[in-house]
Every structure is written in structure tokens, then in C-alpha cells.
């Protein structure tokens, strides 16, 4: 079946460093792949997507590449803010199965000033 | 964009009882879904509810357990039957995005169970 693996946390870095969080998946079709964030306190919010190989879906200065070789939609940011802390979560989404969304365990991002 | 919202936003309760959580949208909409984020697990889908007919469940979720209302275009419940200490999790609702944009979800701040 389908499923989606994130690079466990929690992930500390300094502010304005360089941020990598690894995400692969297993589909049988052509999902579309999200990135999710929850800010403290807060619910869910779509942070950026990609629906076909090769697209990069960027927001806020985040982004990822679909990468259909690899099977890998990793979220990287030139130079973090302190900001930027919560959790990301990785999820696919594949009309071959009902369109529901899968989603990764998540990753904590803690920033420090 | 949706504006979610969810009553409680946490709450204790003692085993055997049963929590009746709410989430109100600011918009009419078609397809609202029930999550469980369990500690350290990822989001898993309860249930699918529509307005106007029988919400569909998950392997793993039967109604009995999770039974859930739809009244309307904008409220939906949650109830979480006959709880123990394993039903402690994250419940959250979500909406889907229209206007094309496929297969995103807003979700609703959540509400924190802890069964004792």
C-alpha cells in the first residue's frame, strides 16, 4: 500500500542555517505530494505541493522537488528563522486510491536564535 | 481558505465515557473528514462525513466507537465512545480546499484527549 517515511525528529539547528528534512513515499499510481506544517498552538496548514515528477513546490522560502527516480519529496530552506519551528509533515495523495491523503509521522524543527 | 474551528480544544476524561467533539467551518462545504494524530504517530483518517448521508469509515474505525453527525454544510461531531487510556490522541477535522486545488485540506486547530 501507500506510504510516506520522514526523517525522524526532533531536528535542532541554528538560525539561519541550512535545513534538509527527507521525505520518500511508496505509491502504486501518480500521487501528489504535500508538505504540511503545524505551528504551535495551531492546526495544519498546506505549506507547498507538487502533483507531477519533476515540479518544485515552494512557499516562505521552503521548497521541494517532486522526484519520481528517487520516489523523494524532500523540504529544504536556504536559511532558517526561529520562526520556522513546528512540525512538518510529509503526505501523498493518489487518485488510485480514493484520493485520500497518507501523511508522515512528522518532523519537529526547533530553531535557535 | 477555511476557518476551522473545534470545541474543546483539550479535555481529561475517565475511562469509560464518551467526549462529543465539534468543529464548526466558516464556509459551506462538502467533505469533512476526522483525523487521530496518536503521540509520536502521524495523522490517520477516521472517517469521511457528508452532509446528508453516512459517514464512511476507515479500516480500523467503526461507528459504534466513532459515532459521527453532519447536521449541515458547515458543523460536524465527533464522538468518541466508551474511551480508555489507548483513545488518548490529537482529533482533528479537515475540510477540502475548492476551487481546484487538488486534493488540499484545511484542518482545525485539534482537540487534545487525555483518558485516564
Known amino acids: 500500500g501507500n506510504s510516506v517515511t520522514q526523517m525522524e525528529g526532533p531536528v535542532t539547528l541554528s538560525e539561519e542555517a541550512f535545513l534538509t528534512i527527507n521525505c520518500t513515499y511508496t505509491?502504486?499510481?501518480?500521487?501528489?505530494l504535500f508538505w504540511y506544517v503545524q505551528y504551535p498552538g495551531e492546526g495544519l496548514q498546506l505549506l507547498l505541493k507538487?502533483?507531477?515528477?519533476?515540479d518544485k513546490g515552494s512557499n516562505k522560502g521552503f521548497e521541494a522537488t517532486y522526484r519520481k527516480e528517487t520516489t523523494s519529496f524532500h523540504l529544504e530552506k536556504g536559511s532558517v528563522q526561529v520562526s520556522d519551528s513546528a512540525v512538518y509533515f510529509c503526505?501523498?495523495?493518489?487518485?488510485?486510491?480514493?484520493?485520500?491523503?497518507?501523511f508522515g509521522k512528522g518532523t519537529r524543527l526547533h530553531i535557535l536564535p | 481558505s477555511a476557518v476551522i474551528s473545534q470545541k474543546p480544544s483539550r479535555d481529561i476524561c475517565q475511562r469509560g465515557t464518551s467526549l462529543t467533539i465539534q468543529c464548526q467551518v466558516d464556509?459551506?462545504?462538502?467533505?469533512m473528514f476526522w483525523y487521530r494524530q496518536q503521540p509520536g504517530q502521524s495523522l490517520t483518517l477516521i472517517a469521511t462525513?457528508?452532509?446528508?448521508?453516512?459517514?464512511?469509515?476507515e479500516s480500523g474505525f467503526v461507528i459504534d466507537k466513532f459515532p459521527i453527525s453532519r447536521p449541515n454544510l458547515t458543523f460536524s461531531t465527533l464522538t468518541v465512545s466508551n474511551m480508555s487510556p489507548e483513545d488518548s490522541s490529537i482529533y482533528l477535522c479537515?475540510?477540502?480546499?475548492?476551487?481546484?486545488?487538488?486534493?488540499?485540506?484545511?484542518f482545525g486547530p485539534g482537540t487534545r484527549l487525555t483518558v485516564l
Open positions: 503526505a501523498l495523495s493518489d487518485e488510485k486510491r480514493d484520493d485520500k491523503i497518507i
Open positions: 507538487a502533483t507531477k515528477a519533476d
Open positions: 464556509s459551506q462545504v462538502t467533505m
Open positions: 479537515s475540510v477540502e480546499a475548492t476551487g481546484g486545488i487538488y486534493n488540499e485540506q484545511f
Open positions: 462525513a457528508n452532509q446528508g448521508s453516512e459517514a464512511t469509515y
Open positions: 505509491a502504486t499510481g501518480y500521487p501528489s
